[in-house]
């Protein structure tokens, strides 16, 4: 089946640095990839929708200077979190679409990000 | 755009009986009603889904209603076992939107 490898899995990182996480797709390609943030006991929030080789289209509230989308190829995105802060601490987590998926969504693994 | 409610948040029920769980979706556009166990921690993991041309689906233990006229739909867990303890989300989308997913259900099973 389709498979969407995440990483790193959680990372820990001082106030004021970027982070950055990847999401590849193993097995078949990912035309659109949404980046959703889950804060503890909460639902997944969507982020941010990119589709290979356009600008990401960013939900209200999320801010596009501070959370980079870059999805320049069909196998892989990345979210980079610029200038972290403790607030920006929470469980980030891709889905990927393909071509070939008709209504699928392939999650990551999901990535734990404390910011101290 | 799509807003999904899922009620109840928190469900406990004894080992054995069954639990369901509710939710109410906004945009008829939508015809994917996909629904989600996740454990702490890990990635959410499809459980069952359903499509707007459909109106019940059933797994084994699992099953979902969809009233497209009233827009909601349900999971139905029969005989509950501990493991089933976790949180579900139901969630719903047009086929090229993102999932909107419902704030959660944490489903205790008590041995």
């Known amino acids: 089946g389709a498979v969407v490898s995440q990483h790193p899995s959680w990372v820990i990182c001082k106030s004021g640095t970027s982070v950055k996480i990847e999401c590849r797709s193993l097995d078949f390609q990912a035309t659109t990839m949404f980046w959703y943030r889950q804060f503890p006991k909460q639902s997944l929030m969507l982020m941010a929708t990119?589709?290979?080789?356009?600008?990401?289209?960013?939900e209200q509230g999320v801010e596009k200077d501070k959370f980079l989308i870059n999805h320049a190829s069909l196998t892989l995105s990345t979210l980079t979190v610029t200038s972290a802060h403790p607030e920006d601490s929470s469980f980030y987590i891709c889905s990927a679409r393909g071509t070939n998926q008709k209504y699928g969504y392939t999650f990551g693994s999901g990535t734990r990000l404390t910011v101290v | 755009g799509e807003n999904v409610e899922q009620h109840p948040s928190t469900l406990s029920v004894q080992e054995g009986d069954s639990a369901v769980i509710k939710c109410t979706y906004s945009?008829?556009?939508?015809?994917?009603f996909p629904w989600y166990k996740q454990e702490l921690g890990k990635r959410p993991q499809l459980i069952i889904d359903?499509?707007?041309?459909?109106g019940e689906k059933k797994d084994q233990r699992i099953a979902v209603t969809l009233n497209k006229t009233a827009k909601h739909f349900s999971l139905h867990i029969t005989e509950t076992q501990p493991e089933d303890s976790a949180v579900y989300f139901c969630?719903?989308?047009?086929?090229?939107?993102?999932?909107?997913f419902g704030k959660g259900t944490r489903l205790s099973v008590i041995a």
């Open positions: 969630a719903a989308s047009s086929g090229n939107t993102p999932l909107v």
């Open positions: 990119s589709n290979e080789g356009s600008k990401a289209t960013y």
């Open positions: 359903i499509r707007s041309n459909v």
């Open positions: 945009d008829s556009a939508s015809n994917y």
